[in-house]
């Protein structure tokens, strides 16, 4: 028999239960539960965990909110149909008391065994049942939509890392064209400050030479004619 027990937690708090229709220690049972929340609660990250206790296996699966979902089966039962269980209890509890669940600060135990409880027991008859086969298959259904979807994820990436590298040869052209267009920039300013500098120099000696020609027709060549010693001289020669 796959499933033998099945609860749901919130953190270490059980909020409901049920059990096959088995001779077995019911209460026994749930008290190994109750240890296996506990021994998990100190390896968090675990989101799949399966327990040996007894002859029974006790199969972990998380939740959203801090919600566990477990379930016990025989040794020899394999990890397959337990964990199609699992699933299949948690999207059905996330559905009908997922925002109860969230909103709540603090849920007291057994709090949802009512409304829930019941549920799990339904299901525990379906797969042990045999009935776990659409079950099974919708979950298996699930997997591979997810797979094609993380496969359409993949070749985007690939084909957006296409054309980042292209990007990124693009960017690299920019760059070197951008240094070489500053490289030309100095080099152009260098030679018009040159230039300028040049012009500077060549009209100002232009305006030298023209003020000399306009003072050598009035002072000769040599500027003689201007000069204090010349004024000297010819007064000199008036005194004479």
Not at 61 to 84: I, M, N, Q, W
Not at 166 to 180: C, F, G, I, K, P
Not at 184 to 208: D, E, H, P, S, Y
Request: a neutral charge.
């Amino acid at each position: 028999m796959p499933v033998l027990y099945a609860a749901v937690a919130r953190d270490t708090v059980v909020l409901a239960e049920a059990h096959a229709g088995v001779s077995r220690d019911a209460a026994g049972v749930s008290a190994i539960a109750r240890r296996v929340l506990e021994a998990h609660g100190t390896e968090p990250g675990n989101a799949r965990s399966s327990y040996a206790e007894s002859d029974l296996v006790f199969h972990l699966l998380e939740g959203v909110d801090s919600t566990y979902f477990l379930c016990a089966a025989g040794t020899h039962d394999g990890k397959r149909v337990p964990f199609a269980f699992l699933e299949d209890a948690r999207r059905e509890f996330v559905l009908k008391h997922g925002r109860d669940v969230r909103s709540a600060e603090y849920l007291p135990p057994m709090a949802l065994d009512a409304k829930f409880g019941s549920v799990m027991a339904n299901k525990i008859l379906d797969f042990n049942a045999g009935k776990a086969g659409d079950a099974l298959a919708k979950v298996q259904g699930e997997l591979d939509e997810v797979k094609t979807v993380m496969l359409d994820n993949i070749e985007r990436v690939l084909e957006r890392g296409d054309k980042i590298e292209l990007l990124v040869e693009s960017t690299a052209r920019l760059q070197t064209d951008a240094a070489a267009f500053r490289a030309q920039t100095r080099r152009v300013a260098r030679r018009m400050w040159w230039n300028n500098t040049k012009m500077f120099a060549i009209g100002w000696l232009i305006c030298v030479f023209v003020l000399y020609l306009i003072g050598a027709q009035f002072c000769g060549w040599n500027l003689y004619l201007c000069s204090s010693e010349h004024h000297k001289h010819k007064a000199a020669q008036h005194k004479g």
